[in-house]
């Protein structure tokens, strides 16, 4: 026997084996709950508090009840076996959970009051769904695609998407899993979880669904003025002399650097977070020259941690290192078999920040690098590793939520108020704490930059607006070869109108490389300023860091209207045209802000590509030439041009 009962805030389905509960979560937006135990839990995990709504309750009768929430319905349907829950924008149904025959096959125990859950949802032929995080493959629209809910190296999820139907679909589960957005229907499943939990929300544009998204879970900050700019990176500067050597060059030659990043294995050991003597001996000199520079210094911060750090001991004792279900602490081998931090415990994050602290922030390092911020572990078994929030299983994806905030909350605690990570992973609020996420260690090749442009955009529509790909690709390009002299080129007319400008990779030595440190534990690739590939491109790429220098007042503006609508800074076309069906099928092209209309070039040998102009006029940057919308063209660009164009000769085009 089964009930349909309705409350003030919200609607309950009780039946022998599950109990649904659905709620308002603040304005045009609803919260499921649905478990086979006895109860439901209240964590809401990264969720933040819900605001106040006109929402109300009415129960027609045994059978069916429905949620009024402003622009969004919900009616809950009593089924053959199951309830039914129908969502709708106004008289629009948008999504509609499946009638399944055997209800049991949602749940399958696992261990305690942890289930196996399947969630079913209808499938629509005419349904384009976007978001989903980070992948690096070739699909922009998901619909038709299906996807690990996990994270790793090049892939961060956020179980977070977009449907052109007009709603906003978050799944509130940081449990590692599955999803399928096939054509016969939608399936979210967990390995092991005690309730699924998930929101809808509804609104006439993209810009409403996002804005109400980021009401769920937070708000990224304005972005400092310097972070707007160029980032000179490579892994890796070895030693302090030959970083400041580089950036007394960019300084030299009038190349506007605004920060630059120390990398991996500056330090004593994995878990020690200093840096060597050896090779750094003057950390306050080095950051005070960087000042008078007017360069940033970033440095690197690994979460891994080895039985040889002198740190170990005390956190291994003190539960603030993740643990194992079974077996001993190894997790990752890199250098010898390593373990990491576990930030989801409040202890952790002190501590780690106190370190940084100490060896970093006090002389003059306000920013930090947050790489293996999955964290990567082999194998991935995660219902073996032991988190102070709760086991792998059913708390994994937090990782780089927790991460981010540890540093977050010790740069605030110093008085810090331009506070930026740069992360290689992310969860739905990570944006709050200032998280530039990029798509991590990505081959130096041109399907890797057509695919980061698909990755960047994936990004921007589930709330993370700062999100940025190493220029150039990471591994595997070697400088002294024409294609990766091109493709470079190529990378950073992206890179330019990214929301993040950085340049990194390791590039593969000459043959008559000659090694600056013998014996150093991780030696540097070849060299990777814009002065190191070739006399052809360096004039271009100057051209372009400065063009990058001077587009900071509209990339800060742009920011500025992210922190307050949740817009993202580079955005799928039919964010700003939704009108327009044409848009919704582009996934190489995109708007930089409101104005920028970029089409990068992304084949090997190409110097022309088709571009789609929405409706309006639109001004080529190069050559001032004035198109008029609704319309697709053929746009020229040699290795020295890049393709974009200004809407309604806004005042950006002055820049250009």
Known sequence: MSKISAYKNGILFEMRDE???????????????????????????????????????????????????????????????????????????????????????????????????????????????YGIGQEQQDFFNRKGCSYDVMHWNTKSTIPYYYSSLGYGFLWNNPAPGRVEFAYNHTVWQVDSCYQADYLVCVGDTPLEIINKYCRLTGFSPEMPQWAAGFWQCKLRYETQDELLNVARRMKKEGIPCDVIVIDFFHWTEQGNWEFDPKYWPDPKAMCDELKELGIRPVVSIWPTIKPESKNFRKMSDEKMLIRT????????DFHGQVTYIDPTNPATR????????????????????????????????????????????????????????????????????????????????????????????????????????????????????????????????????????????????????????????????????VFKNPGILEPSGADNEIWAFGERNYPILKDLV??????????????????????????????????????????DQYMFGR??????????????????????????????TVYEGEQWITAHAEIDEFIAFVKDSAEVLSIF
Request: glycine share 8%.
């Open 325 to 332: 279900e079974n077996g001993q602490y190894g997790i990752f």
């Open 546 to 587: 400065i063009l990058r220098h001077k587009l900071k007042p509209y990339i800060l503006k742009c920011a500025e209207n992210s922190s307050k609508t949740g817009e993202p800074i580079m955005r799928a076309m039919f964010f700003d045209f939704p009108e327009d069906k044409t848009c919704y099928d582009l996934c």
């Open 595 to 624: 104005d920028i209309l970029v089409a990068p070039i992304y084949r090997q040998g190409e110097t022309e590509r088709k571009v789609y102009l929405p409706k309006g006029k639109w001004t080529r940057t190069s050559d001032k």
């Open 19 to 129: 109990l649904v509960f659905v709620e308002p979560w603040g304005p045009d937006c609803a919260r499921v709950r649905a478990t086979r135990n006895s109860k439901l839990s209240d964590e809401k995990w990264t969720l933040l508090d819900p605001e106040p709504d006109n929402s109300y309750v009415e129960c027609e009768n045994e059978n069916r009840a429905v949620l009024y929430n402003g622009k969004l319905r919900v009616e809950y349907t009593k089924g053959w076996q199951c309830g039914v829950i129908s969502f709708f924008n106004g008289d629009k149904l948008v999504l509609r959970t499946h009638e399944e025959a055997d209800p049991h096959t949602r749940y399958m125990h696992i261990e305690g009051d942890n289930y196996r859950t399947r969630i079913i949802f209808d499938a629509r032929d005419d349904e384009k769904i």
């Open 350 to 513: 002190e501590f780690v920040w106190q370190q940084a602290k100490k060896n970093y922030y006090d002389y003059g390092i306000k920013t930090f690098w947050l790489d293996e911020a999955e964290p990567e572990v082999h194998p991935q078994n995660f219902q073996n590793l032991k988190f102070y929030i709760g086991n792998g299983a059913q708390t994994a994806l937090l990782y780089p939520y927790y991460y981010a905030k540890a540093y977050y909350d010790g740069l605030k605690g110093e008085g810090e108020t331009d506070v930026v990570s740069l992360t290689r992973a992310a969860y739905p609020g990570s944006q709050k704490f200032g998280a530039i996420v990029w798509n991590g260690d990505i081959p130096s090749t041109f399907n890797a930059l057509r695919q980061s442009i698909i990755s960047g955009l994936s990004m921007s529509i589930c709330g993370i607006p700062w999100w940025n790909s190493d220029i150039g690709g990471f591994h595997s390009g070697n400088p002294e070869t024409e294609y990766f002299r091109e493709l470079i080129v190529r990378w950073f007319q992206f890179g330019l109108f990214s929301p993040v400008m950085r340049l990194h990779g390791t590039r593969i030595r000459p043959k008559d490389y």
